[in-house]
């Protein structure tokens, strides 16, 4: 069973940055699209971006968009997530998932999940 692990979450204060990578455990993923997901209390999860296999195509929630860069090296078989002029509603869990097609991604529904690291925006 492949695992993810993420790591890179932590407390910054808003407009400040943080860059969360997500390392999984064999090459299997390198032919599977990829994604982030955020989960606050209260709140439902949500996704936050998504990429292809190969890392050419990329999708954003509009909450993050110019604001955070997901990509992947899949010689290190990692995904990462830049994450630039942090605001307080950033404040979360941030998983890392995968799953075998794009349309499972968007559902939730995928395979592979992270343990989930923290990030904290103050302000």
């Known amino acids: 069973q492949v695992q993810l692990a993420e790591s890179g979450g932590g407390s910054v204060q808003a407009g400040g940055s943080l860059r969360l990578s997500c390392l999984a455990s064999e090459p299997t993923l390198n032919t599977y699209p990829m994604a982030w997901f955020r989960q606050s209390p209260g709140k439902d999860r949500e996704l936050v971006a998504s990429?292809?296999?190969?890392?050419?195509?990329?999708n954003y929630a509009d909450s993050v968009k110019g604001r955070f860069t997901i990509y992947r090296d899949n010689a290190k078989n990692t995904m990462y997530l830049q994450m630039n002029s942090l605001e307080p509603e950033d404040t979360a869990v941030y998983f890392c998932?995968?799953?075998?097609?794009?349309?499972?991604?968007?559902?939730?529904?995928?395979?592979?999940w992270g343990q989930g690291t923290q990030v904290t925006v103050s302000s």
């Open positions: 990429i292809n296999w190969s890392g050419d195509v990329r």
């Open positions: 998932a995968s799953a075998p097609n794009t349309a499972r991604i968007l559902r939730g529904d995928c395979d592979y």
